[in-house]
């Protein structure tokens, strides 16, 4: 926990209480009569305890020193007992009494001094020894008490203020929260990070450039094979042109389509029998079968199988172009979309304002919130000082 130390919250006590209206100083005069019915001693020695709560006055030796010994405690003492103006504290003779303070044990930790305050009143004042140390007590006791509450209001207004804080902070970082859900959504993603996004469009980039490199791998393939289809083709088609068995077998099949005609109109004019009809397209279908045969023993031995694979790779070769030209259209809209949406320009601004801002934003928030509730402990468990007379001898349980 923070200690503050306070000799000029102590000060600033002690020029309060010494502020006296003018009629008072117009009572204290010198020549003033001095109050009757004193206890007639000429010196008193008091034991006193200090006590103060280190959270909110801390203090030491030297400030209780200073703070008995002004204007304020000493002084005012002197005034109020003898009834003139005058530093208590003096070998000067125009003062009336002595004010010694002899500290017999300080606990600073535990917020406590013990210390023996002596008053020796001179031979020309009044004999007031008791109540010089008692006034002199009351003094400290009332000095203490405004310091105290000077510091409490103190702390107060530092209360305040650091929920001020708090509530910034607060807003400030909801902001931001908002401001990075309104740039994950323009973006149309979770992340925002630069490296990422420049990560990923080298990477679509480079997938471009070899989708497009097997590409046209694939299109050239596919020109070799149409190319060589093409030649295979065309060795057939002169292998047909110069088959003389094929053109007879043709012959056959054009004698036989015309005798199946031929068959056909003598039986729809009732001049033959259905039988022979049904021969005729027999011998047709014969002619045909052969003919086919031969054509496709020629064509195996000319290369029509060959032919066949051709076709079955180039179709193969197809299939795999449009796949290509899916992948690389996809990926050409994904980088399309990244200059769409203009991802680096969110990217940088994210950076800037969220990445840059956020976590100050939350330690601004943490670090106001931890001071707030210090302050508010401190008040809470706030104890003012006291100045107790403890009698003429030091306890032993107060020794140090």
Known sequence: MTRYPCPMVLLSAVAGLA???????????????????????RRADRVVKITWDNEVLWLEEGPIHQLLFSSGVAGVAGREVFGRPGLVGSEAEDVPAVLSFRPEGLFPGDGKLVALLSVEIHEAASP????????????LRATLAKAFEQELDSIQH???????????????L????????????AAGRASLSREEITGEIRELRHRTRELEME????????????????????????????????????????????QTDRARQLVEG?????????????????????????????AEHAGAGRLSELNDELASLSVRAVEIEARLRFVSE???????????????????????????AAERLEVAMEKSAELEDRLRGARPPAVTVLGGALPPKDRP
Request: with cysteine; aromatic share 2%.
């Open 334 to 360: 994904k980088l399309a979309e990244i200059g769409k949406r203009d991802l680096l320009g969110l990217a940088d601004r994210y950076e800037r304002e969220i990445e840059a801002r956020m976590p100050l």
């Open 128 to 139: 007031a020894a008791e109540e010089l140390l008692e006034a002199v007590c009351a003094r």
């Open 19 to 41: 502020a006296l209206p003018a009629a008072a100083l117009e009572k204290t005069r010198p020549g003033a009569p001095p109050p009757k019915d004193l206890s007639q001693t």
């Open 174 to 185: 909801v902001r931001l929260q908002e401001l990075r859900a309104q740039l994950c959504q």
């Open 215 to 258: 590409l046209v791998g694939q299109r050239a393939l596919q020109g070799a094979l149409e190319q060589q289809i093409a030649n295979t083709r065309e060795r057939l088609e002169a292998r047909r042109g110069e088959d003389p068995i094929a053109a007879e077998l043709e012959q056959v099949v054009q004698l036989r389509e015309r």
């Open 270 to 298: 009732g001049a033959a029998p259905g039988l022979e009809l049904a021969e005729a397209e027999g011998q047709l279908a014969m002619a045909r079968l052969e003919l086919q045969r031969h054509r496709m023993a020629v």
């Open 158 to 172: 530092e209360v305040g203020y650091t929920r001020e804080e708090v509530r910034r902070a607060e807003e400030e």
